[in-house]
């Protein structure tokens, strides 16, 4: 490769922080389960002392997603909450937080009924318009987190133009990129000052390891978030590093199938005389459309689509056969959900009817297999209604 010429997206994937094994050349990163290293004598080692400060397969790791993502650094943490709360513990009592509305239930829960318990306030807005970021900040914000896409309804945040409210406000903006991975949005280069994922979700891609990493832009983010690590504990293990390894060196190859796939699906249900409404960015009638195009290089593969009531869902999830009813996303089997009583059950019926998540809303994400067969099985499901 040329000299200062960037190696691809697909290039890093597979080879950033996963060089071969100095000590006996195996390709694959090894794993190291150990929970202690032996110290040459007092105060001299070989950079890892304890399993919970550090760990060879988590360092390379860290490398490969800071990589992924244009960030000088990452963390990882146990699981995406665990990630999120690392954030959340750089803060003070009394900090404010100015939030979307519309995210991960389990997001809120963690906000509302345990930080806000030791001083911290949170601000919930519809980030879609960046005027209503900029009229939540107050004196006391620390801080602005997004998801965007958001979970489910796939509103979009402008990142760039809510970044530079934030710049101007001297605030940090975190922005939850698990929807879209680094391959098809890149929430730094925008001006996000950290991003946020679910390893367990498109960066591992086979529904087989709980994670969390948060990809920093300085190296003072990154310090706390190593003394978050040491002190709190919520480590990813050896393991489940190694499994983030592998998946991630497919993750090129996999988002591109779960696209292509993503839009022929959301194109199959917007036609479908049993389905109200499907919200997917990729379809041309989404409100932010334009600019899914200019923020993001794909679609994806979530999409959401309204049923028009709790009975019709019922119907429909049971006839599944290939789609698997179950929490989560991202795996390379098609996951079919339901979020008022699954992944937005904590908001309660209020907080979800505040923000338009109806108990007839059915969230999917669209694997890699054969495409026709998922249509399929949609298809049957739907008939049930």
Request: charged share 20%; glycine share 8%.
């Amino acid at each position: 490769m040329p000299k200062n010429k960037q190696p691809g997206f697909a290039t890093k994937a597979i080879h950033a922080g996963q060089y071969p094994d100095p000590e006996t050349g195996a390709v694959s990163a090894p794993i190291y389960p150990t929970s202690t290293y032996v110290q040459q004598e007092l105060g001299k080692n070989k950079g890892y002392e304890y399993a919970r400060v550090s760990n060879p397969t988590r360092t390379r790791l860290e490398e490969n997603l800071a990589m992924l993502e244009g960030g000088i650094a990452s963390r990882v943490f146990a699981s995406g909450m665990a990630a999120i709360n690392a954030i959340c513990t750089m803060y003070k009592s009394g900090d404010h937080v100015v939030c979307g509305n519309d995210l991960y239930g389990g997001v809120p829960r963690l906000f509302n009924q345990v930080l806000a318990n030791f001083g911290m306030e949170f601000t919930y807005v519809d980030t879609s318009d960046a005027r209503n970021v900029e009229r939540a900040i107050r004196k006391n914000t620390r801080r602005v987190y997004v998801e965007t896409p958001t979970n489910p309804l796939m509103s979009l945040t402008d990142i760039g133009a809510v970044s530079q409210i934030c710049r101007r406000k001297k605030v940090e903006l975190v922005v939850d990129n698990t929807f879209m991975s680094p391959y098809f949005q890149q929430p730094i280069w925008y001006g996000a000052d950290m991003v946020v994922h679910s390893t367990t979700k498109f960066l591992n891609g086979h529904s087989d390891g709980l994670g969390g990493v948060v990809v920093c832009t300085t190296q003072q983010q990154a310090d706390k978030l190593a003394f978050v690590q040491k002190a709190a504990g919520a480590i990813l293990s050896p393991f489940e590093c190694w499994l983030v390894l592998r998946g991630v060196k497919t993750l090129a190859v996999r988002m591109e199938q779960h696209d292509r796939s993503g839009r022929v699906i959301a194109e199959f249900l917007a036609r479908h005389k049993k389905v109200k409404r499907v919200f997917y960015p990729g379809l041309a009638d989404h409100a932010q459309h334009d600019l899914a195009h200019r923020q993001m290089t794909g679609f994806g593969s979530m999409i959401t689509f309204e049923t028009g009531s709790l009975a019709n869902a019922k119907k429909m999830l049971k006839k599944v056969r290939l789609c698997s009813l179950a929490e989560s996303l991202g795996g390379v089997e098609t996951l079919i959900s339901h979020p008022a009583t699954m992944t937005h059950a904590a908001l309660g019926k209020k907080g979800r009817k505040e923000i338009g998540i109806t108990d007839g809303l059915v969230r999917i994400s669209v694997g890699i297999e054969n495409v026709e067969d998922i249509m399929d099985d949609l298809d049957q499901a739907l008939a049930a209604i």
